[in-house]
């Protein structure tokens, strides 16, 4: 299974790496683990552009569900007017898990290339790659690469707190049934998914931080170039939602 996982996943990604740092960064590792995040990124883009739609399309669907959970207390009707909500938004609520299980494959083989960091052994190094002459670990003069960056792991941990709060639905204001003055409590599946949302935008941020700082400058890096793209396509994705 390792080898059918390094086969498939690691070792392209790991000489790819490779090859930017021979051909393209002339050596400089940081500005080649850039590279290597934004393609892989763009490679993943229709996957993730999926994902991001599903989760923004259920955003807008939160009111009606609610209603429709409000105007049909039989469950088989409940079930039967969601999945026709569903079907008019053209989207369903396992597509985002779907893509995102898709993904994990890449995103940890293209995490463990940099937290394995270029060792050069003739292991994972294809054949038609040849081997960088030259490495230059120093990214823009004062960041080493292969040790820790306090800088990188604080921008690591912003960065995930603003795609974070970007992800987040808003949270609607309590309703108040007016025939009894009496506040509507919330359910104990919406206190688990406010918990949850919690813990997304405030707690992961502060985990990837604190792991970005213990691995290396790489794995930061990392962290921060793909946090930052995936917030420009959120940003761009709702906007090409909002226009149409």
Not at 50 to 67: A, W
Not at 98 to 116: D, E, G, R, S, T
Not at 216 to 235: D, G, H, K, M, P
Request: glycine share 4%; proline share 5%; net charge positive.
């Amino acid at each position: 299974m390792q080898a059918l996982w390094n086969t498939i996943f690691y070792q392209p990604i790991y000489n790819i790496l490779i090859f930017i740092v021979n051909n393209v960064t002339f050596g400089d590792v940081g500005f080649a683990i850039i590279i290597v995040t934004i393609l892989v990124k763009f490679i993943l883009y229709p996957l993730t552009k999926k994902s991001i739609k599903s989760q923004i399309l259920m955003k807008r669907m939160e009111p009606e569900i609610k209603q429709i959970k409000k105007d049909y207390p039989n469950k088989e009707e409940q079930a039967k007017k969601t999945f026709e909500l569903y079907k008019k938004y053209d989207t369903n609520p396992f597509s985002g898990c779907l893509v995102v299980l898709i993904q994990l494959p890449v995103i940890f083989a293209l995490y463990y290339v940099f937290y394995k960091g270029l060792s050069l052994d003739a292991g994972p190094i294809y054949s038609f790659i040849a081997k960088p002459a030259i490495i230059h670990t120093n990214f823009l003069g004062f960041i080493e690469i292969n040790g820790k960056s306090i800088l990188l792991a604080v921008l690591a941990g912003i960065t995930q707190f603003l795609q974070g709060y970007l992800a987040s639905p808003i949270q609607p204001k309590v309703e108040v049934i007016k025939a009894s003055d009496i506040e509507e409590k919330k359910s104990f599946q919406d206190e688990i998914a406010g918990s949850m949302q919690m813990n997304i935008k405030y707690i992961l941020p502060l985990f990837i931080a604190f792991i970005s700082w213990k691995i290396s400058a790489a794995v930061a890096l990392y962290f921060v170039i793909s946090n930052i793209f995936t917030i420009v396509q959120e940003w761009y994705i709702r906007r090409t939602l909002e226009n149409k």
